[in-house]
């Protein structure tokens, strides 16, 4: 008898008891961390051209730099991840966030020429993406590690919900903080809500990634390249709605440039609650081929739109689109991988997405100095077929 016993606790550590739908703490607390990236998504490009007066390929470079640093430090997030739990490096990343932000509040201080203000906002987007980095790894590793990699399509689906819900909210709070109550204000909100995170993760469940042989991140990288790459492409269409929304509606005369994100957050967040089941059931590569498509049909709308509200619509379709992209190549991504590595393929995995928002950001601004604002979203159409193609030609390559 009492060997029985210590067979089913040996039994009982070998089988992690998963849940069935992805720790809620961890999903509130990324959102409460990730909308210190959707707060100043709308008043960082409006601070640096019209109260900074620097030109519009700055304003990209201001942008994407967040996004250098944050996929120079995927692996050490992903590391991080594998050794010591998303729990920790989600810790490690809201702290930095935090200190982003208070960077953020110090540029706006009034008096400071424009070059330090600029290089004080900069050096904050580089502190944010490193807490990012950490931070977007960690939550998404722990909450796939609190379901189970036969749920994993469905962990991404709900922390990308998180995500792109507090952009879709970040973004007009900060916008309306901004025109009411000045840029200080907007700013010690970047600071905030990170601190608000950590409060929640504190108390939260730590769940254990599994054991094993832990691969170098560059072997990592060369096993998921394929899914990364096409997430990549899909990232340069919400690159431009990110970094140049507000100026193209300010320039088309169009007064709420603030409610594009949300319009993308909508149709995002639709979709992610009613067919985030889709890749686990039916596969990622298919979910991905029709989501890009989408996706360039949104970026499409926008481009050519001639009124506010089409444009806003192509931002809900763009919204559509984007949805499912993540959690359909990401589950791919995650089969080419051992349980061990899970971290750090989706270090690297996000990483491609981080390298789309580094370089898209100035590309478009070049695009938007040569071609206008509107050339941004033809970019972004161009970039989403791209990448259905891409998509289409590793399903096959897989079959």
């Excluded at 054991?211 to 072997?219: K, N």
């Excluded at 049909?297 to 481009?303: E, K, M, N, P, S």
């Excluded at 695009?367 to 033809?378: R, S």
């Amino acid at each position: 008898m009492p060997s029985l016993t210590l067979k089913t606790a040996d039994q009982a550590d070998a089988t992690p008891a998963y849940l069935a739908r992805p720790s809620l703490a961890v999903i509130a607390m990324l959102f409460c961390g990730y909308l210190a990236v959707g707060l100043p998504l709308p008043v960082i490009p409006l601070f640096v051209h019209d109260k900074l007066g620097f030109s519009n390929l700055v304003v990209g470079l201001v942008i994407g730099i967040q996004f250098l640093a944050t996929v120079l430090t995927r692996g050490y997030a992903g590391h991080v991840t594998d050794h010591q739990g998303g729990k920790r490096a989600a810790l490690q990343g809201a702290a930095l966030s935090a200190l982003g932000g208070l960077l953020y509040l110090a540029a706006a201080i009034a008096g400071l020429a424009p070059a330090t203000r600029l290089g004080i906002v900069i050096a904050g987007r580089l502190v944010a993406g490193l807490g990012e980095s950490q931070f977007v790894t960690g939550c998404v590793s722990w909450s796939i590690a609190s379901v189970g990699p036969q749920r994993a399509g469905m962990s991404m689906s709900w922390t990308g919900i998180a995500m792109f819900a507090a952009l879709a909210i970040g973004a007009p709070v900060g916008m309306s903080l901004y025109q009411r109550l000045g840029l200080p204000v907007a700013m010690a909100a970047c600071i905030v809500a990170p601190l608000l995170a950590i409060c929640m993760a504190l108390g939260a469940t730590s769940y254990v990634s599994p054991g094993g042989h832990r691969l170098p991140f560059y072997r990592v990288i060369s096993q998921i390249w394929r899914e990364g790459l096409g997430l990549m492409l899909q990232g340069v269409g919400l690159s431009g709605l990110t970094a140049f929304a507000s100026l193209y509606f300010a320039m088309r005369g169009w007064g709420h440039a603030g409610l594009v994100m949300t319009a993308f957050g909508i149709g995002f967040i639709l979709t992610r609650i009613t067919l985030g089941h889709l890749p686990d059931r039916i596969g990622g590569y298919r979910v991905a081929l029709w989501s890009l498509a989408i996706e360039a049909v949104g970026q499409a709308v926008l481009w050519a739109a001639p009124h506010e509200s089409v444009a806003l619509a192509g931002a809900f379709v763009t919204g559509l689109g984007c949805a499912l992209i993540f959690p359909a190549l990401g589950v791919e991504a995650l089969k080419r991988v051992l349980p061990a590595n899970r971290g750090s393929a989706m270090g690297a995995f996000v990483a491609f997405l981080d390298i789309a928002y580094g370089i898209a950001g100035p590309t478009a601004g070049l695009v938007a100095g040569q071609f206008g604002y509107a050339a941004v979203y033809l970019l972004g159409m161009a970039s989403a077929l791209l990448g259905a193609g891409l998509v289409l030609i590793s399903r096959r390559s897989a079959r």
